[in-house]
Nanobody, 115 residues
């Protein structure tokens, strides 16, 4: 059974940085397109970034230039480096794994940007 385990969330001041990790177990990591979504209080879940099996990353306009997504196929893990964080980045961040056969969500990790 595929599991996604996220880590790295927390409280950070505006302008600060955090790195989120998402580890996949239970299947071959390299076949999955990996991504992150986020959901702020009272808002719908929105797409943040995706990285393909070939390592190409795409970003929502709201995070472009501040967030960087990378993958380590040897560690079955993706890393979301978040810099220059803003209060509007506050949300629960969810990892997503998609293959031709199935799609999975992680349990979510809270990111709070506040002074």
């Amino acid at each position: 059974q595929v599991q996604l385990v996220e880590s790295g969330g927390g409280l950070v001041q505006p302008g600060g940085s955090l790195r989120l990790s998402c580890a996949l177990s239970g299947d071959t990591f390299s076949i999955y397109t990996m991504g992150w979504y986020r959901q702020a209080p009272g808002k719908q879940r929105e797409w943040v970034t995706t990285i393909t099996t070939g390592g190409t990353a795409n970003y929502a306009d709201s995070v472009k230039g501040r967030f960087t997504l990378s993958r380590d196929n040897g560690k079955n893990t993706v890393y979301l480096q978040m810099n220059s964080l803003k209060p509007e980045d506050t949300a629960v961040y969810y990892c997503r794994a998609i293959s031709s056969r199935a799609a999975y969500w992680g349990q979510g990790t809270q990111v709070t940007v506040s002074s």
